[in-house]
């Protein structure tokens, strides 16, 4: 049932480390305390630090020049000595969805990974009464059953980035060469509940990445940041949106500028916030920074997630965090109408989740200089709502769903019919090869729905977080 939101919960949530006996990480440092993100103080948060014994590191080594990435060998094999070092990253917010498929690819390329994870979208769902359509293992399973298939470790620190302590020790007990950011809240919805979700989302997102610069400033100022950033950034504009900057002519003069930023949900605001201050602190302090302005996501496997049910992704469907082509196509699976939002005109730019994994590989492994703040749209394809919905009905057909569309009064505001087309070169330049939306991509999501079809909970499908209607009372899902 819904109806967290306007429970009272405690301040302090005891993490449940009974799975940790099974893997060979041990924990050490700080308290057995964890985040509440009602509470929005930081003062009282501490981490949980896993560590497994590494050998030391010795100094990073950049490529300076853009490779394909079909073209590179993986870190440790590479013929050349100054790159032969195996490749370290921190994968901050690697038990989540985009996350957790990152950090195995990044492993099973032979990068050195660790994950940084507050395991706080676990308990957005507890919170909210929501459930992934596949059922997950422990970040402690997880990665214990990868070192069992594949024999590479990933190390986990488990503790919040907004607490700086936390996150300082992580640095220098891994010694990033980069940092790949997804560790903030990223749903749209969920920041527009309510004030103390609204506040949360900046808190988190602002202060989180705030604390990545400083760290990087003060304990690793080679390592390059890789930050998830989104689409949503840019808004709507009447004119082509480039990446990340435009070249005005204005009153004679002209200049190049960063793109104008419309964004439209308190959590894609966040972004905006992050991307200024990532910008300013590359100018100011020359750190290296990539800006990936990711799309919508779509698609649950990845060659990595497939290997075993224990390292399977997280798939959403519900209203707060499944996203447009996720959810339409688990309504598909069971007979819920798909969920169109007013008029479905609404376009934006959409990626499989292999290539997530790629790009930020390909951003890794292409590092941004000192000084340099890059911003690559990352995207593959443009579709409306329309097109998505459509796109279902014709896959469920083939494997005999009866699929409906329904209108449903838009609980956002946006707009419902635009012009867009967004500019993504950036990243096929440095060698991506995308996954395109395809039949047999909507054949094996519609599959995969169907199989799990038995843990909808159809209740959370319909909208209930209004853009016009959040106010500062803490709402109750359940009314
Ligand atoms: O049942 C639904 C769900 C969504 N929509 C519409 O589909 C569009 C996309 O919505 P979404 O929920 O799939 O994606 P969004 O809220 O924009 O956020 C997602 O996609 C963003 C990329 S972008 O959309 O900003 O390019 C990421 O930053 C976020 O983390 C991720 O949650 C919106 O116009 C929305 O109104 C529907 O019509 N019906």
Redesign the pocket.
């Known amino acids: 049932m819904a109806h967290l939101l306007s429970a009272s919960c405690p301040s302090v949530i005891s993490l449940n480390n009974s799975s940790s006996s099974k893997s060979s990480i041990k924990p050490f440092g700080l308290g057995q305390t964890f985040f509440n993100p009602q509470c929005l103080s930081t003062s009282s948060l501490k981490g949980l630090l896993f560590q497994e014994k590494k050998p030391r590191r010795t100094n990073s080594v950049f490529r300076a020049t853009a490779v394909p990435i079909s073209q590179q060998a993986p870190p440790e094999t590479s013929t050349n000595d100054s790159s032969s070092k195996p490749k370290r990253v921190m994968v901050i917010g690697g038990d989540g969805y985009c996350g957790w498929a990152t950090a195995l690819h990044l492993s099973k390329k032979n990068y050195e990974v660790c994950i940084v994870d507050n395991l706080v979208r676990r308990l957005f769902d507890h919170q909210l009464g929501l459930e992934s359509l596949t059922p997950i293992a422990s970040i402690h399973d997880r990665i214990s059953r990868w070192k069992a298939l594949t024999g590479k470790s990933i190390e986990l620190y488990v503790g919040d980035i907004c607490d700086f302590e936390f996150l300082a020790e992580s640095f220098k007990s891994f010694e990033p060469d980069s940092v790949v950011h997804f560790g903030e809240q990223?749903?749209?919805?969920y920041s527009m509940i309510d004030r103390s979700r609204a506040v949360f989302t900046q808190h988190n997102n602002v202060i989180g990445t705030l604390n990545v610069l400083f760290a990087i400033k003060e304990f690793g100022e080679e390592c390059h940041l890789v930050k998830l950033g989104?689409?949503?950034?840019y808004g709507t504009p009447n004119i082509d949106i480039e990446e990340g900057f435009i070249t005005i002519t204005h009153n004679g003069r002209t200049d190049t500028l960063p793109y104008p930023k419309q964004a439209s949900?308190f959590?894609?605001l966040s972004?905006v916030h992050d991307s200024h201050n990532i910008a300013f602190t590359c100018k100011a302090w020359g750190i290296r920074a990539t800006d990936l302005?990711?799309?919508?996501?779509y698609g649950v496997k990845t060659d990595e997630t497939e290997m075993h049910e224990e390292l399977r992704n997280r798939l959403d469907y519900d209203?707060v965090?499944?996203?447009?082509?996720n959810?339409?196509c688990v309504q598909a699976a069971v007979g819920h109408p798909?969920?169109?939002?007013?008029k479905?005109g609404?376009t934006?730019?959409y990626l499989d989740i292999r290539d997530t994994v790629q790009c930020v590989e390909i951003a890794i492994a292409n590092p941004a200089k000192a000084g340099e703040f890059r911003v690559f749209n990352q995207?593959t394809e443009q579709f409306s709502?329309n097109e998505l919905a459509s796109l279902v009905t014709k896959a469920g057909l083939k494997l005999g769903l009866d699929v409906k569309k329904m209108t449903?009064p838009?609980?956002?505001v946006?707009a419902e019919e635009h012009y867009y087309n967004a500019k993504h070169t950036k990243l096929m330049d440095l060698g991506l090869e995308p996954h395109y939306m395809s039949e047999s991509l909507l054949d094996s999501l519609l599959n995969f729905a169907v199989q799990f079809k038995d843990r909808v909970d159809t209740k959370q499908i319909m909208?209930s977080v209004s853009w016009k209607k959040i106010g500062v009372k803490t709402k109750s899902m359940t009314s």
């Open positions: 990223r749903s749209a919805p989104t689409m949503g950034e949900s959590y894609h972004k302005n990711q799309g919508v996501v209203a965090f499944g996203t447009a082509l959810r339409f798909l969920t169109v939002y007013g479905g609404q934006r730019g995207f709502v449903v838009n609980p956002r946006e909208p």
